[in-house]
């Protein structure tokens, strides 16, 4: 079992950056591939970015290519999510995943284990 709690998430303006944390409890972090998602009002929950069990290999969905980064520490069992150049079409509330196994995962069904999610707002 793991529990996860999210952290960092506000208010910024268009251009601006913020990070976010995820933190997980319970044993064997280390062994979950991890998972970013984002749910905006009246629309589904999609998919940000991925990340292996060891870090090694990231994902991202194509409209934050360039802009987030996922990154990992395991032995803080924390994953994180830059998140530069903000846009109002990036607010959302963010969730963080996880599940066994050791490739990335993109879609939300893959995942076993889901936070509460933190509110992030994009002011124009």
């Known amino acids: 079992q793991v529990q996860l709690v999210e952290s960092g998430g506000g208010l910024v303006q268009a251009g601006g950056s913020l990070r976010l944390s995820c933190a997980a409890s319970?044993?064997?972090?280390?062994?979950?591939?991890m998972g970013w998602f984002r749910q905006a009002p009246g629309k589904e929950r999609d998919f940000v970015a991925a990340?292996?069990?060891?870090?090694?290999?990231?994902y991202y969905a194509d409209p934050e290519k360039g802009r987030f980064t996922i990154s990992r520490d395991n032995a803080k069992n924390t994953v994180y999510l830059q998140m530069n150049d903000l846009k109002p079409e990036d607010t959302a509330v963010y969730y963080c995943?996880?599940?066994?196994?050791?490739?990335?995962?993109?879609?939300?069904?893959?995942?076993?284990?889901w936070g509460q999610g933190t509110q992030v707002t994009v002011s124009s």
């Open positions: 990340i292996t069990w060891s870090g090694g290999t990231t």
């Open positions: 995943a996880a599940r066994g196994g050791r490739m990335f995962y993109i879609k939300s069904y893959e995942y076993e284990y």
């Open positions: 319970g044993r064997a972090f280390s062994s979950y591939a």
